[in-house]
């Protein structure tokens, strides 16, 4: 059992920056990919990045590619997520998720274990 616990959301002026911070327990951590996933109202939940086990690789949704950085720290059992010049268009609940293998993917049910999300409003 995996348990996913995500911070650092809230409420932002367009332009601004947050950091989302998503803290693990349970199964091995530093085995296995993480990804940041989000969900916008009346939206389907979308793909935002994913860092491999050693966090050597990154991938990005083309919509936040050079705006956002997913970052891993295995000591600390944690995975982040940097959001900068953010956009209105950027508001959603945030979730954290756990891979079930090592490598990069962008598809949801590569994902075994989620968080219960943090939300995050962008105003204009």
């Known amino acids: 059992q995996v348990q996913l616990v995500e911070s650092g959301g809230g409420l932002v002026r367009a332009g601004g920056s947050l950091r989302l911070s998503c803290a693990a327990s349970?199964?091995?951590?530093?085995?296995?990919?993480m990804g940041w996933f989000r969900q916008a109202p009346g939206k389907e939940r979308e793909f935002v990045a994913s860092?491999?086990?050693?966090?050597?690789?990154?991938d990005y949704a083309d919509s936040v590619k050079g705006r956002f950085t997913i970052s891993r720290d295995n000591a600390k059992n944690s995975v982040y997520l940097q959001m900068n010049d953010l956009k209105p268009e950027d508001t959603a609940v945030y979730y954290c998720a756990h891979g079930s293998g090592t490598y990069l993917t962008r598809a949801s049910y590569e994902y075994d274990y989620w968080g219960q999300g943090t939300e995050v409003t962008v105003s204009s």
């Open positions: 860092i491999s086990w050693h966090g050597g690789s990154t």
């Open positions: 349970g199964r091995t951590f530093s085995s296995y990919a």
